[in-house]
């Protein structure tokens, strides 16, 4: 798990954001982390996906994981 997780850390800094969420998503089939999560949350925030990213970043809090910044950005986008 952790080679995909490296793989979708390598695309989410080239700004290849489809390929680090596929690489992330693969990752997390195999086993929760709270890092990924919170590393697909920003992808997916990044790619104007807020639900998804909303979801991510609460597994990631359930996996022992928070950025609270992170987290007044992705309510700052959600509808009322």
């Known amino acids: 798990t952790s080679a995909y997780t ?23 089939s195999y086993a929760p982390n709270g890092n990924t999560y919170l590393n697909r949350s920003k992808a997916y925030f990044m790619t104007g996906q807020i639900d998804k990213a909303y979801s991510d970043y609460q597994n990631a809090v359930a996996n ?17």
């Open 64 to 80: 022992g994981v928070s950025e609270p910044g992170f987290l007044d950005a992705i309510k700052s986008k959600m509808p009322n």
């Open 6 to 28: 490296n793989l979708g850390n390598i695309y989410f800094n080239l700004q290849d954001l489809p390929d680090a969420i596929t690489y992330y998503s693969e990752s997390l």
